[in-house]
């Protein structure tokens, strides 16, 4: 495969579960991205990982716990989420944090 | 802080007609420009960007866009849309974090 892959595409999740994103990058690209994009709103930046070291958090809630255990794989845990977490999360990456992103196709996820 | 303003929220054409989609940014310092497009159910394609040099940028599908220092736009133009080009569009700006406008929606009918 090629470029910003994302599995699972589309997740139905209870408010109790505890499930996780998992983003692969094929670029070697050295950061990696996690985006909230909902409905009616620009996309938020959530997590910035650069070699593999959580660069930024912008004020996300501790239900959703990024982890990077290489600079190719990025993960995104999440555990007793709400319905307004419900949106598509996408998975960028780039040569190094700052550079031109490259997107996966994203996360449909819905919380009920 | 950077910020991006595009003005129109969704723009209806007809196909074969020329669009322009227009994206206003603001920064203390020099920043590089995007502008992204997501399909139905996908993620965000890189259209095109800018970076430095020659103001205006030619990108994928036959858009281009021009970098405008004194009015701070960057401004997306395609001479001639498809349907295919029904999609939302995205201008993004960064100098170390990249920051999206709203979006806008590109409805391209027969």
């Known amino acids: 495969e090629t470029g910003v892959t994302q599995t699972p595409r589309h997740l139905v999740m209870g408010m109790t579960n505890k499930k996780s994103l998992k983003c692969e990058q094929h670029?070697?690209?050295?950061?990696m991205y996690w985006y909230k994009q909902s409905a009616k709103k620009p996309l938020e930046l959530m997590f910035v990982?650069?070699?593999?070291?959580?660069?930024e958090n912008n004020s996300v809630p501790s239900r959703f716990s990024p982890e990077c255990p290489n600079s190719s794989h990025l993960f995104l845990h999440l555990h007793t989420l709400q319905p307004e977490d419900s949106a598509l999360y996408l998975c960028?990456?780039?040569?190094?944090?700052?550079?031109?992103?490259?997107f996966g196709p994203g996360t449909r996820l819905l919380v009920l | 802080a950077q910020s991006v303003t595009q003005l129109d929220s969704q723009v209806p054409v007809f196909e074969e007609a020329p669009v322009e989609l227009r994206c206003n940014y603001s920064?203390?310092?020099?920043?590089?420009l995007f502008w992204y497009v997501q399909y139905p159910n996908q993620g965000l394609q890189l259209l095109l960007k800018?970076?430095?040099?020659?103001?205006l940028v030619k990108g994928i599908n036959g858009f281009e866009a021009e970098f405008n220092k004194s009015q701070t736009s960057f401004h997306l133009r395609k001479p001639s849309v498809h349907i295919s080009d029904t999609a939302e569009y995205f201008c993004?700006?960064?100098?170390?974090?990249?920051?999206f406008g709203t979006g806008t929606r590109l409805l391209v009918s027969p």
């Open positions: 960028a990456s780039s040569q190094e944090a700052g550079e031109t992103q490259y």
């Open positions: 670029l070697g690209h050295n950061a």
């Open positions: 990982y650069n070699f593999k070291e959580q660069t």
């Open positions: 920064s203390s310092v020099s920043v590089y």
């Open positions: 800018y970076l430095s040099g020659s103001t």
């Open positions: 993004a700006v960064t100098r170390w974090k990249l920051v």
